[in-house]
């Protein structure tokens, strides 16, 4: 094992660095829970799958030169071993699990095998009975793969070293620097991913060479370049308007959200102020005008796209899980590059009602949309499953585009990374999770156990259990919902703000500090201009949104017409909470439904409405459900 | 010219039947104004362009046996030729002018070229260097073109006679016929459209054969036995359900309705009132559920469908040009299946609001998608841009898929059909244009002259110019809209209810009957389980949807702020009207949009907004638009 602060996916010169996985280890709670499931169950689940699809023995096939017939999975397929890679990379290098290495050493094989002597890496274009080499590159995710391969490596370089993985990124992210480098073709993919690979392998390599091809992927976009994909247009894949002259995110929502962390990274490797003041902006009006309350991104299905301004249907939100993952893949950079606690908010938002939300309990089916308003209950799936569509309302084993899984199990698999940041001497607990803490702080160890039952209840107990003998200052982010915050520290209780709670008592071993924060349910209003949901509240506890679901509504009572009585607010209730609430006796209108006065219809007297965490909705079985609720 | 009466597009046995072109010559005004304009104007206009694109050739090269190489246009593209030739054998048969004869005489001998010996006729399957036939029914749209073929025919059948079209034609539902035959294939169209050509082209000819093959296509639907296409399931082309067994319209829009109006057909002819109580039933529930104001259908763009119950959202409505038609289809056959006055209301909504919002006022450009929300102004096109997309917003030349401006062709060259039904000795006006009727009753003619600047002003003057000698039963349609409409008939005014006015008054030459239908502006609320449009209002006049254009907010207002004031009813200005109204200052806000408390943000004063009819936005250039306006 190297050394620990270094097994971060994200390492950027200079300012705060994340934590190491080995400086924290979870101890169960909410993010251990997720975190181990993912071990044992979810990462052998994608391998499984993968293996049973044929999706790895692709590989196999190029290597042994039977590539004529049909090739099963998608273009881009070839992504999913990839990120399985760097989730298995991350798991042993968290928990030095024989398993994961041998899994991930087996995989590292059967990849390298099909590598072409030029360092060429993909299994569905160049060889015999396949189109060649880079002729779509709108569509052919040939990039995309590579990148997702890069990122792969950067994990084993950071976790092991170098070994076979990183040799046959090496020779790939080579190949890419010469068939589009400066004086090569003036390409992009139409799936940006190769962007954020080259410059996060280049400064796990210190090689400049990739830096540079990241900065001129980066360049190039924006300039209409990419053949367009019938009924799409150049917004669909970020290739309208130069990265630096955007104003928002707009298009298919993972590849506007991998392009700007890319972007990130290229414009703090070669100090380009305005391209992250450009980044920043997009962050900035699109979490104000495209996000939604969950944290989600991605309101078409269409394109699998943002909409316009305001446009945020909670019934056809898509949210995309990866989205949600990326999202947090550009706040994380902007956060290491500005250090604007905003961005720590906006990822807690997205891991508690995106991420947290798409793997089933048993961490072996995944939702792929996060809508906020079911209005039926979707069709159940069995285990054996393929889901053919993304549409939201039921968690599948698999998919047919099965993008999620494996973006799931490397985030699972290396979540401490986001939970804190070191920069010097200033430690800053940013995600909140029981377990142990051993930041290495100048050359000595900041020890810390936390304990904490977050998000079911406010308090974070942290204990100093070893101190360097210099000064740390120890900061607690409070989140930007945490109004009423009491930081107890040297037995004197304090009321924190938002934002950066410092602890100014001295960390000795023994000493101990507690975050209070208020996680009592509250409502949560929208701006007036997002039409969708005009007329409605929707019930917050701590960073967890809630929501109803069918199978809670007391008799009598319908999901299309509940309406909370505002007068009440929300009582805590078991992890979610209650409201008061009326509704309509059933569909009583007929006709179209549209009417120069409408006559009230008879209404289910007012009574207690629960509602419970967003993330865990559908979990007992198929249901309706919705998040805002329309006001009395 | 055959008998007047016979030159209708749908002509089931028994029942009132509708107006023979002939019937009914408008004089300017509303629908005479389109009609004139599509004979001006669109139906050279989409001569051109397919003829520009290449779409007309590709008939010339299967005559020549020159399929090899590329094939410009879609795989359904021949349909478009065929709706096209359908609207000019309509515009010869109401108007007698040559040159769309002599188009449509040209057109034949091309597509009568590329008829393979055994009756198979399409451009894109079945030669050398194409797949071959019927390969893939789910996407292939063989029959669907064959399907447009008969309607062509049947307008040259009923308004010229059996000619080379017919005998084309014949010779193509004979092989369709031999092909999926009770002892053929077992096998269905993804795209309905062949059910109801055979039907009524069985009609003209009186072939049971075809009303037979329509019977079994209709009755083989929705057992899962089209190969699913990717990213969507079988409700997509409405092969889940059984059409007999469904409830609502889903999946869609245009394939739902095409399906269901050649379900109402084969149910007529076969005296199968199950199969029509089911469509009648599913008409009611997605009248009820799945509508829009404006008489759209199509919830949304991803898969150009029906959405759930409620889902509604005004921004992406797809409402497509199209599914307007299909909608008016179904309606009609309704209406003569059954004579409820509820299906010409509905025809009538959609008429104004629907299919007159498509076509440029020099019906040389068309809105293919027909939102109720655009929430900013769309890019302008050129007079010679092809629309890749079919987003809201701007009225194209010309779509990459271009099923709507034919389409238009073909409803406008024959809208006199749909304006009045007879039925024995009883005639019943059901859609009100200025123009001189002349219908067979009987043996004789009853002669009117119908004045009114409807749905201007709502007064309707019928003067009786001839009447037969026997009695006639004149009866009017009273809109459900028009609450306090008059009749006046022998100098005596009565209050007339929505539904059927009958005139009492005896029909001597000289007579006058005055029907005075309420166009006073008047607000329009939405049922509360319309979540998209909770809180908001709308305004109508008569028949008219109105909008709020951005280009007509007064100084200080922006459209996603608009704030109406309920407590003032609008008033009439020129051809819409005028309501009280505040706005926000515009994007105050900053963060993410939802808050514990919302800050009410500063607001612009009550002010005057004006509202233009909808079918005419967007006539002054690209704007921001909505119909449904926010309650203060």
């Known amino acids: 094992m190297l050394d620990d602060t270094a097994t971060v996916p994200v390492d950027p010169p200079g300012g705060p660095r994340g934590l190491g996985l080995g400086e924290f280890r979870l101890d169960g709670g909410f993010w251990g829970g997720l975190q181990?499931?993912?071990?044992?169950?979810?990462?052998?689940?994608?391998?499984?799958?993968?293996?049973?699809?044929?999706?790895?023995?692709?590989?196999?096939r190029v290597a042994r030169s039977d590539t004529g017939g049909e090739r099963p999975g998608w273009q881009f397929s070839d992504s999913e071993i990839y990120k399985l890679m760097e989730a298995l990379a991350w798991e042993h290098g968290r928990t030095g699990e024989a398993w994961a290495d041998e899994a991930l050493t087996a995989l590292t094989e059967r990849v390298a095998a099909a590598q072409d002597d030029d360092g060429y890496l993909n299994t569905c274009y160049g060889h015999a009975g396949q189109a060649d080499r880079y002729t779509d590159l709108s569509s052919g995710h040939e990039l995309y793969c590579t990148g997702h391969l890069l990122q792969a490596a950067v994990a084993r370089l950071r976790t092991v070293g170098e070994d076979k993985l990183v040799e046959v990124a090496r020779r790939a992210a080579d190949e890419v620097c010469r068939t589009f480098g400066p004086d090569g073709r003036d390409g992009i993919c139409g799936h940006p991913e190769i962007e954020v690979g080259l410059a996060e392998f280049g400064r796990a390599l210190r090689e400049p060479r990739y830096t540079e091809q990241a900065r001129l992927f980066i360049e190039r976009r924006g300039r209409g370049t990419l053949r367009p994909v019938t009924l799409l247009d150049a917004s669909y894949f970020q290739d309208d308007i130069p990265v630096r002259e955007a104003d928002a995110w707009r298009g298919h929502a993972v590849r506007a959200l991998y392009l700007a962390a890319g972007a990130v990274d290229v414009a703090v490797d070669t100090r380009d102020t305005g391209l992250l003041d450009a980044v920043a902006r997009q962050w900035g009006s699109s979490v104000e005008r495209r996000t939604y309350l969950t944290g989600g991104m991605g309101s078409r299905h269409q394109d699998e796209g943002f909409g316009e301004d305001w446009e945020l249907p909670p019934d056809r939100a898509y949210c995309e899980t990866c989205a949600g993952i990326a999202s947090n893949m550009v706040s994380w950079r902007l956060y290491l590059a500005t250090?604007?606690?905003?961005?720590?908010?906006?990822?807690?938002?997205?891991?508690?009602n995106v991420i947290a939300a798409s793997?089933?309990?048993d961490g072996k089916a995944f939702f792929y949309a996060n809508p906020l308003h079911q209005r039926s209950a979707a069709a159940a799936m069995r285990p054996d499953d393929v889901n053919p569509r993304a549409?939201?309302?039921?968690?599948?084993?698999?998919?047919?585009?099965?993008?999620?899984?494996?973006n799931l199990a490397r985030t699972l698999a290396s979540w401490q990374a986001y939970a804190a940041s070191v920069d010097g001497d200033q430690v800053t607990l940013l995600q909140y999770a029981n377990g142990d803490m051993r930041i290495a702080v100048g050359g000595a160890a900041l020890a810390l156990r936390i304990t904490t039952a977050y998000p079911k209840t406010g308090a974070i107990r942290i204990e100093v259990l070893a101190a360097p003998p210099g000064p740390v200052e120890l900061r607690l982010r409070v989140p930007n919902w945490a109004e009423g915050a009491t930081l107890t520290a040297d037995s004197t209780t304090a009321a924190v703000e938002p934002g950066w709670a410092i602890v100014h008592a001295p960390l000795r071993p023994g000493a101990t500090v507690v975050l209070d924060l208020p996680v009592a349910p509250r409502f949560t209003w929208p701006d007036d201009r997002i039409d969708a949901v005009r007329g409605c509240v929707a019930v917050e506890r701590g960073p967890l949104v809630l929501c109803v679901e069918s199978i809670d509504l007391p008799e009598g009572h319908v999901i299309e017409s509940l309406r909370v009585d505002p007068a009440h607010p929300p009582r805590l209730e078991a992890d979610g909470a209650v409201v008061r609430a009326s509704s309509g006796p059933g569909l009583a209108t007929s006709g179209l439904p549209y009417r120069s006065a409408m006559r009230p219809r008879a209404v289910v007297p007012e009574t207690d409405l629960r509602l419970i965490p967003y993330h865990r909705w559908a979990g007992r079985g198929s249901t309706a459900m919705r998040v805002f609720l329309p006001v009395a």
Do not use: Q
């Not at 799958?49 to 044929?54: A, I, N, P």
């Not at 250090?339 to 508690?352: H, P, Q």
């Not at 549409?391 to 494996?406: I, M, N, Q």
């Open 36 to 60: 181990d499931t993912n071990t044992a169950a979810t990462l052998r689940h994608c391998l499984d799958w993968m293996e049973r699809l044929g999706w790895i023995a692709n590989f196999d």
């Open 339 to 352: 250090g604007d606690v905003k961005y720590a908010d906006l990822m807690e938002r997205t891991f508690y």
């Open 359 to 361: 793997p089933s309990e």
């Open 391 to 406: 549409e939201g309302g039921v968690r599948a084993p698999w998919f047919d585009v099965s993008c999620c899984p494996t």
